[in-house]
């Protein structure tokens, strides 16, 4: 699309994640992107010691992104400017699997989640000068059994080098799928970004034109 609001309104996606700028642009192409610089797991420390419910921490960490990037803007900026911030958690039983730090990391938190089934949350923020506006996209993925076809799998898969940038170890968009049987709700929302979600959203902050 060319162009999606009826007023002058820009996008700023609040992530650096290739894979979020590729799904946001199904939804427009005519957005920039300006990262947030925060402590992601000091966050999650103080959510936790908070006892923010682990289904709502990226939705947390979605809105201080976008607000660390928002509040960087002129108060001309912010009038013209819609920000969006995501952030994704993989939960299994009620533990948050983060990016793994090394090889024997990726290799046991993908083993672990073998034959059982594990959630993904995107939570989003949207912010603009006249307010704002949170969300979680919640997709259930189980995974193959931790057969021996399975474990030379993940063998396979933390020497590509692909596990280390991605929250829980893998990527359903590359050969991570390879370990997945099934999954039930928003794929996108797995990749890192719930598009047609998020397309609603934004609809309900600055309206589409209808032409």
């Not at 996008?11 to 920039?32: G, K, V, W, Y």
Request: aromatic letters at 8%.
């Amino acid at each position: 699309m060319s162009k999606i609001f009826k007023e002058n309104k820009k996008i700023i996606l609040a992530s650096a994640s290739p894979r979020r700028r590729e799904l946001l642009s199904m939804i427009t192409e005519d957005f920039e992107v300006f990262t947030a610089d925060i402590d992601e797991r000091e966050a999650e420390i103080e959510m936790e010691e908070k006892g923010v419910p682990v289904l709502k921490v990226s939705e947390h960490l979605a809105l201080l992104k976008a607000r660390a990037v928002f509040e960087f803007l002129s108060e001309e900026e912010q009038e013209r400017y819609l920000v969006i911030g995501a952030d994704t958690s993989v939960i299994l039983d009620g533990v948050i699997y983060g990016k793994p730090v090394d090889r024997p990391d990726a290799e046991r938190m993908l083993s672990s989640m073998s034959g059982k089934v594990h959630v993904v949350a995107t939570g989003v923020a949207l912010i603009t000068a006249n307010g704002e506006n949170t969300f979680t996209e919640v997709t259930s993925v189980e995974f193959n059994p931790l057969d021996l076809y399975q474990k030379w799998l993940i063998s396979d898969y933390c020497k590509s080098g692909s596990p280390y940038d991605k929250a829980g170890a893998y990527g359903i968009q590359d050969k991570g799928a390879l370990l997945i049987k099934k999954i039930d709700g928003d794929y996108s929302n797995v990749v890192g970004l719930p598009v047609a979600r998020l397309a609603r959203e934004i609809s309900y902050m600055v309206q589409y034109p209808l032409e």
